[in-house]
């Protein structure tokens, strides 16, 4: 065991905690992991957050007494199951900032911080919600994330003040630029310029909540996190798509707002996007939200929106989605996909609720015949 073994801080990602665990202990990174306890494998240049490997979790575990469950929880493996159903090993994943790496170095920083959040904290840490492409505003201060050091514009590397040899870990290290040393306590932090206070508020409510599957909108949508945020993530792309641009000039009209009309480049992915960029879209989807599935309705009207140009932009709608659009935005007759079929299926099955033709139809808005085929095809392929 190690003489200095730091317990992790509230919702701390794990390499925060690894980078404290060294420093603690008076070690750069390299002598510490590799020398020290004998991890031979690469840790800086890949994103450990997202898959650490179970080998560098044992050795963790022997030298500081935290369990591998325990070691794991504080990686991103810990929103499976609540904002997505796995974290994939390759390719960008749905909300997490990515780090992009690329010959073996890292082009993103894909970690935004508070400066509030780090000016408060006796003990700097990072988060493991500041990976998240979701949390683009700071739940307890309520500013919008930064990502990059105001002074010189390089991203928050903590990890890097310990890279280098003879270099010496100044005390409070996380909280510096790992660049210029500039203190990110004290970069400026800015309330979002919103004129719309409920959805404000209600944005606030989701990214305290998303955890514990708490939805203000439970009633009309989906109360499960994995097909809610599924639908949310698919407004926020639909309205920053390249055929979004009408629903962006009617929802700036009718919010107040620019939510982005003359962006340069629609399209990207929204995990790519600058932390204001994102909230205000998720503050856009949040109003929509709000007395749903009205506003949405009458938006996509305004703005010749069907929805076949809502299933161009994504291969499976969440049911309580494709609900919406195959009533209001679609002149064909109702016909329901299998994906939904299995959307409706998975969410009954983690919701603990039996899955019959009478309960699809209720939930998927089936006649009694549809949802009897709908129940017998699910019944065939459920393997
Ligand atoms: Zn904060
Ligand atoms: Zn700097």
Redo the contacts with the bound molecule.
Sequence with gaps: MLPIHPQPQHDEILSSWMVRLAFSNGFPLHTFYACLLGYRGAIWNRDVDRHPPLTLLEILSRHTGQSTDNLKALSLAAYEGVLFENLTHLGNGAWILPVGVFHRTRRRAGLQFCPRCLLSDSIPYYRKSWRLALYAMCERHLCVMQEH?P??K?TAAFYRHGIGRGKEIPPFALRL?H????DLSQAPSFIPDWPDIRSLRNFKKIIGRFEVGHWPYGLNTSIFGIPYFQGIRTLVSVINGRNGLRLRQSLSRAIGADIGINRSRPGLDFECLTSEERLNLLLTVTWLMEDWPSRFVTICAESNFSRSRLAEEVSALPFWLSRVADEFLDNRSLQTTNQEIISAATYLTSSHQEISPQVLSGLMGLSRDSAKAAYKWWKMNRS
Aim: aromatic letters at 12%.
């Design positions: 050091c002074n010189c390089a630029c660049k210029c040393g500039f």
